[in-house]
């Protein structure tokens, strides 16, 4: 069973930074397509970012050049650091995992609990 842990989360005042991290177990993490999600209150929840098995990344208009995405295969981890925050930033962020090989790459179907984040202004 695939599980994902969250940590990193928190309260910062505007400008500043925070890195996320996720934890996975009970998966082939290194040929996952790993991505973080966030949810505002009232708001769907929206990809921020991903990363490929082969590190390729993508992210949501919103956080270019204030994000960044990037794995750490050996620890079986993902991390999402956050700089230049914004309060439009706060959220519940969450992490996800695809369900490849079952379902094609991309295809979120794991999600961790969520951390909070919340930018002050």
């Known amino acids: 069973q695939v599980q994902l842990v969250e940590s990193g989360g928190g309260l910062v005042q505007a400008g500043g930074s925070l890195r996320l991290s996720c934890a996975a177990s009970g998966t082939i993490f290194s040929k996952k397509v790993m991505g973080w999600y966030r949810q505002a209150p009232g708001k769907q929840r929206e990809l921020v970012a991903d990363i490929t098995s082969g590190g390729s990344t993508n992210y949501a208009d919103s956080v270019k050049g204030r994000f960044t995405i990037s794995r750490d295969n050996a620890k079986n981890t993902v991390y999402l650091q956050m700089n230049s925050l914004k309060p439009e930033d706060t959220a519940v962020y969450y992490c996800?995992?695809?369900?490849?090989?079952?379902?094609?790459?991309?295809?979120?179907?794991?999600w961790g609990q969520g951390t909070q984040v919340t930018v002050s202004s």
């Open positions: 996800a995992a695809d369900g490849f090989p079952l379902r094609r790459p991309g295809e979120f179907v794991y």
